[in-house]
């Protein structure tokens, strides 16, 4: 062993070794044996590897400690970011909430304001067609009869010019509460407007019924109206009767019929109710006539597609064009959309229909460039049939790779209907179009009921504020509100606004006051086939005088 020395154990236990101060001294006696061990080793020899054990294990530690606070450093800055963007979106997703609720808090304020008409506090034409197509839903399935009375004051114009608007406001006030106290509580009245008025009855036990409360209402509303601001009345009511199921399957059908039997009451002399008849409708035989024919008007080419600007209120220059369809029949003349297209959804024919109008859309804008003609983007109605059609969007790729025609240049138009059923479908369809760069307007807003919500879950970039809410804002102060609201509540979301039914100047300078982009209507310019409107689209819109 190193520096290990054997003493024999002459001294006995009291002797010791000699001392050695540079070494390490272990000493041991053995067991009867006498013979004393005595071990020494140089401290230097074996400090030192106890020093380079003592280095590597603080290299070792050091290294794992630099690596944990090295992986702690970025766990943690991970967790900060991911905190962060959580809280941002957290933020994010409460504005959003927050912007919806306002804007169904609007929608709520807006939807309390037309559904009431202002003058008589009954319900208008936009409440009373929701309220009784819920009826209606209910009548086919209970199958009561149901009948729709068709109000017209005769004379009121003469009213109005000889004795005021005043007095003619007393007497509508004055004939709606007649109504209201004449029929059932759970009956549904309404004021269409001007001197219409319109009841539907709610399970009547017969025809017989409604003529005896007929009678009771043509005297009841006959009778003097007394001390209206000074002056006593004397009016009385035409009434056309319209009978569910046998004269209409829906509001719309009966309303039409309800209104020939309410003229052909007058032509009887006034003051007296008609119920519908067959005879009373001349156009069932154009109807039927139309019916038979639809599928051979597409076929041999009749229908035409008429043109009608869109006006930029900030420069007053033609941004866009809305395609309107026409029927040019041989034998008829020109039959507009009104008269067909519900023949169209009726039979089936509207998919086929809107086909061609995507085909001759496509065409008319290739014809004007070829023509040098300065084209802006066209809109093409979109019905909801053709919204749930899977084709959609490969017949617009198809039509636009045919012509050559970039996809900004066209533009789709949906009404809020077209988003209530099978939304699946339809989003696929607006996302598709959307991606191949088509925009989407919303036609009609605000006379539908559908979520705001619609206007965040759809791709949507343009709302048309329906003509209805166009036509008295200068004087009815619930329109002009709507419209400002409206406007105000598309461009925090980052749309384009768009007004229809302008008629007048003073509809134009109210639209722009308020914000409004765009405008279209008769004192803009009228529909034109598409040659005139490759004129106007040469010269541009003139600039109108807005003083």
Not at 82 to 95: D, G, M, N, P, T
Not at 449 to 473: A, C, N, Q, W, Y
Request: net charge neutral.
């Amino acid at each position: 062993m190193q520096g290990g020395v054997l003493l024999p154990n002459a001294g006995g236990p009291g002797v010791r070794a000699a001392a050695y101060p540079a070494q390490l001294v272990a000493e041991r006696m053995l067991a009867d044996i006498p013979i004393r061990i005595t071990v020494a080793q140089d401290p230097a020899v074996v400090l030192g590897k106890l020093d380079a054990q003592h280095q590597a294990y603080i290299v070792r530690s050091s290294a794992y400690t630099v690596l944990v606070v090295a992986i702690t450093l970025l766990v943690s800055a991970g967790l900060w970011h991911q905190q962060r963007l959580h809280r941002a979106v957290a933020r994010s997703e409460q504005e959003n909430r927050k912007l919806i609720g306002l804007l169904e808090q609007e929608k709520g304020r807006a939807i309390t304001l037309v559904s009431q008409d202002y003058l008589t506090g009954l319900a208008n034409r936009r409440m009373f067609k929701e309220l009784a197509s819920t009826e209606l839903k209910r009548a086919r399935r209970s199958r009561n009869l149901y009948a729709l009375l068709f109000f017209d004051l005769d004379r009121f114009k003469v009213v109005n010019d000889t004795l005021g608007h005043g007095v003619g406001d007393l007497l509508l006030k004055a004939v709606a509460s007649r109504l209201k106290g004449a029929l059932r509580e759970y009956d549904l009245v309404a004021r269409l407007g001007g001197d219409e008025f319109v009841a539907l009855l709610s399970e009547i036990p017969s025809e017989e019924f409604v003529s005896r409360l007929a009678g009771k209402l043509v005297a009841e509303l006959s009778a003097t109206y007394r001390d209206l601001d000074g002056y006593d009345v004397e009016t009385s009511p035409s009434v056309g009767i319209a009978l569910y199921p046998r004269d209409g399957q829906d509001l719309d059908e009966l309303l039409m019929h309800a209104d020939q039997a309410m003229y052909s009451a007058k032509a009887r002399g006034r003051g007296c109710f008609r119920f519908y008849h067959a005879s009373l409708n001349p156009s069932g035989v154009l109807h039927s006539e139309l019916s038979s024919r639809f599928r051979g008007a597409i076929q041999d080419d009749e229908f035409r597609l008429h043109f009608q600007p869109k006006v930029a209120l900030a420069t007053l220059q033609i941004v866009g064009l809305e395609a309107l369809i026409r029927w040019e029949h041989p034998e008829h003349g020109l039959i507009f959309p009104g008269d067909f297209i519900p023949l169209a959804e009726e039979q089936g024919f509207i998919v086929p229909l809107g086909r061609w109008i995507i085909d001759a859309v496509c065409r008319q804008l290739a014809q004007w460039r070829t023509a040098g003609v300065p084209v802006v983007p066209v809109a093409v109605n979109v019905s909801a049939r053709q919204l749930r059609d899977e084709q959609l969007a490969a017949e617009f790729t198809a039509a636009l790779e045919k012509y050559r025609i970039p996809p900004r240049l066209i533009e789709i138009e949906i009404t809020e209907s077209c988003l209530i059923e099978d939304t699946r479908l339809a989003k696929s369809n607006l996302d598709s179009l959307a991606a191949l760069g088509i925009r989407i307007a919303l036609d009609d807003f605000g006379t539908g009921f559908s979520g705001l919500s619609r206007l965040k879950e759809f791709p949507i970039h343009t709302v048309k504020i329906d003509r209805s809410f166009i036509r008295d804002i200068r004087n009815d102060t619930n329109d002009a509100v709507i419209v400002a609201a409206t406007i105000a509540l598309a461009h925090n979301l980052g749309l384009n606004v768009v007004a229809e039914g302008v008629e007048s100047k003073d509809q134009l300078v109210h639209l722009k006051a308020a914000g409004c982009d765009q405008v279209q209507g008769f004192y803009l310019h009228r529909p034109a086939d598409g040659d005139a409107v490759s004129t106007i689209l040469h010269k541009h819109l003139p600039a109108l005088q807005m003083s």
